[in-house]
């Protein structure tokens, strides 16, 4: 699998590249975000997975990816010194799928990037007919599980594989309440930091995208102390 790694620390990006094309990737590396930006947007559709450092010059991590949301759905992973809950949490509203602090060992690395793999792959929710999410009849929001595809009328809509991947596992159970750690443990394939709160970040996100009005959500529910519900519209 191809994989781009952004790093300014040139003995860290080295150690990185070295460990991961050990593990069979082929690794494109930069040290400068504007550079690995005008490679996704030029010959990085290939491009499988990321590990992106929050601390560059120029532009940094975070701004880089808000940029590469807009065209690319690939798992991001940040590598970061910046141990903070506030910039873990940043990162994730940004479109950041998980968050290693720095110092690091490898093989937490490779266990992370392997578990995203893994995501992509795995099919056991993503199964069964297209389900309706939400009105009006002339545009309505559709999943189809199978097919990885969302759409709002004829217009796709973008998600990531975590976004997609919560949505999935909602989506095969409508109505009923899956709680936070049901979630961490079915999306993530274990917990985030002990923290369920990375829960709550990606639906915030998915909201954004799937709900007419996410200040008011009709589709991926909030209940209070439980967790969260999907209200699938019935088929007309």
């Not at 709900?211 to 209940?223: C, F, K, L, W």
Request: hydrophobic share 40%.
């Amino acid at each position: 699998m191809r994989l781009l790694l952004l790093e300014d620390d040139d003995g860290i990006r080295t150690t990185l590249r070295m460990g991961l094309e050990d593990e069979g990737y082929e690794v494109t590396e930069h040290s400068r975000a504007e550079a690995a930006l005008t490679h996704l947007q030029g010959a990085g559709a290939d491009v499988g997975l990321m590990l992106v450092d929050l601390m560059l010059g120029g532009m940094d991590g975070l701004t880089f990816i808000h940029r590469v949301r807009q065209f690319h759905d690939a798992p991001i992973v940040v590598v970061s010194a910046r141990d903070d809950t506030y910039d873990i949490v940043t990162a994730l509203e940004a479109g950041a799928d998980d968050y290693v602090t720095k110092p690091f060992q490898l093989r937490e690395i490779t266990a992370r990037l392997r578990a995203l793999r893994r995501r992509g792959r795995t099919q056991e929710v993503d199964a069964g007919p297209a389900v309706r999410l939400d009105g009006p009849p002339e545009r309505p929001l559709v999943l189809w599980p199978e097919a990885g595809r969302v759409v709002r009328g004829d217009q796709p809509v973008n998600l990531t594989l975590t976004e997609f991947r919560l949505l999935c596992e909602l989506a095969a159970v409508p109505g009923r309440v899956l709680a936070r750690p049901v979630l961490l443990e079915r999306v993530w394939d274990r917990g985030f930091f002990g923290d369920e709160r990375i829960v709550d970040v990606h639906i915030r996100r998915l909201r954004t995208k799937i709900e007419r009005d996410p200040a008011d959500p009709r589709v991926v529910v909030t209940v209070r102390g439980l967790g969260y519900r999907l209200d699938a519209e019935p088929d007309p």
